[in-house]
């Protein structure tokens, strides 16, 4: 390994698990079909990562644009029924399509389809990590992807980068490695003129005056520059570095990592709760707090209390996660609520030992909560 390279090049080098993100335009013609070549020059890459000794797990879009051309569309839809289905298709084209490929190294792959829920619920959340984790000891190759068939608008991770960027962290990988049709981060999108690559990113201030745009060049995919860019940062900040470039040049992002544009890690490794919480896709509502309860909450990492809470927003269900607002409405923390909103208005700003003995209980555990900056 050259000592030229940086830090954050030789830790994705040395990685021992890695997430590889491949994204629909780097596995699809225009026309949208599966490009079976490309499909096949990626296995081949993962394959010798394997041999080497690695452990990877594959996040890979695909499902939708691979559904186009069986179903007779002409083009990528833009309703969700159509979407779903093109996905209902597609998927099964995409993971056919892999499992006949690592059959040339004699790997089998294990098919995880995932939501958004399946990450933000603690249960869901240790059951696909289980699953990921066994399917790595068993020796398979995880290919992972959103659920779409069964994702609303409501619940969706949206692009695939968000998600290789939380199964990052599921799988405790030690890199992430985006793949798309752009073989660097640029200070401006490259299709639009002028724009100069960028080697290494080593936190927020060196993305300062870099355009990253939504949309990408094939149609194909979803979420374009700025949605690498946003899971790179979710990366980054757990402690996971990440190397971006295009899939034409797989080989060496997962070998010397010696191409594209390099993340450096800029936190450290969060437990697998509070990240999930910190970066659950949405929250379905909020609770004010007085400032005792934000005080208790964020300096003093206490429980929430009935008592500090001051006013009930949103319609949830015990479980799921909602935002931690203080009194002149600044987000300061997330947590997993502990009671439906419908039974809330009846505790807020009572004592414990007012309550009866059932309704005891905190609002938001300490353990379920994740102070924000
Ligand atoms: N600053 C930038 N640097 C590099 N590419 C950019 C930038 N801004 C926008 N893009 C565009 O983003 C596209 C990649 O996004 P997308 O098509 O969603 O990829 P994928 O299907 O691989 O997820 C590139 O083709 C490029 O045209
Ligand atoms: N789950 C969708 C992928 C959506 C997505 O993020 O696509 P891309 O921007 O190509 O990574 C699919 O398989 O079509």
Redesign the pocket.
């Known amino acids: 390994m050259s000592d030229q390279l940086s830090a954050t090049r030789k830790a994705v080098a040395a990685a021992q698990r890695v997430v590889v993100?491949?994204?629909?335009?780097?596995?699809t013609t225009t026309k949208g079909g599966l490009d079976a070549a490309r499909l096949a020059a990626l296995v081949d890459t993962v394959a010798r990562r394997v041999a080497a000794g690695g452990q990877v797990v594959l996040v890979?879009?695909?499902?939708?644009?691979?559904?186009i051309a069986p179903l007779g569309l002409r083009r990528r839809p833009k309703d969700l029924a159509t979407?779903q289905a093109?996905?209902s298709v597609?998927?099964q084209a995409?993971a056919h399509a892999y499992a006949e490929s690592f059959t040339r190294y004699d790997l089998t792959v294990g098919q995880v389809l995932l939501t958004a829920d399946d990450v933000v619920r603690r249960g869901h959340y240790r059951n696909a990590q289980r699953t990921l984790n066994r399917l790595l000891g068993l020796g398979a190759v995880p290919v992972v992807?959103?659920n779409?068939t069964v994702?609303t608008h409501e619940i969706r991770?949206?692009?695939?980068?968000?998600?290789a960027a939380l199964v990052s962290h599921l799988v405790g990988a030690d890199a992430l490695v985006l793949l798309?049709d752009v073989d660097a981060l640029y200070d401006g999108d490259p299709r639009r003129g002028d724009a100069s690559a960028i080697r290494e990113i080593n936190g927020d201030a060196d993305m300062e005056g870099v355009r990253a745009g939504r949309t990408?060049a094939s149609g194909?995919?979803?979420?374009?520059m700025a949605?690498k860019v946003e899971a790179a940062r979710v990366a980054c900040s757990s402690g996971i570095p990440v190397l971006l470039t295009s899939a034409a040049l797989a080989d060496r992002a997962l070998g010397p990592a010696d191409v594209g544009t390099a993340f450096a890690a800029t936190g450290s490794r969060l437990s697998a709760r509070r990240f999930w919480l910190a970066h659950a896709a949405g929250a379905n509502g909020r609770l004010w707090l007085d400032d005792g309860a934000v005080a208790a909450v964020v300096k003093r990492r206490r429980s929430l209390l009935a008592a500090g809470v001051t006013a009930v927003e949103g319609a949830f269900d015990g479980g799921d996660v909602v935002e931690l607002v203080n009194p002149v409405g600044k987000v300061v923390a997330r947590g997993v609520v502990a009671y439906d909103a419908t039974e809330l208005p009846d505790l807020i700003g009572r004592s414990t030992h007012e309550l009866p003995a059932e309704q005891r209980r905190e609002v938001v555990h300490a353990d379920d909560l994740v102070p924000l900056r």
């Open positions: 993100k491949v994204g629909s335009s780097s596995l890979s879009s695909g499902a939708i644009a691979a559904g979407q093109a996905a597609g998927q995409l992807n959103e779409d994702a991770f949206g692009d695939n980068d968000r998600l798309s990408g194909l995919g979803t979420g374009g949605s």
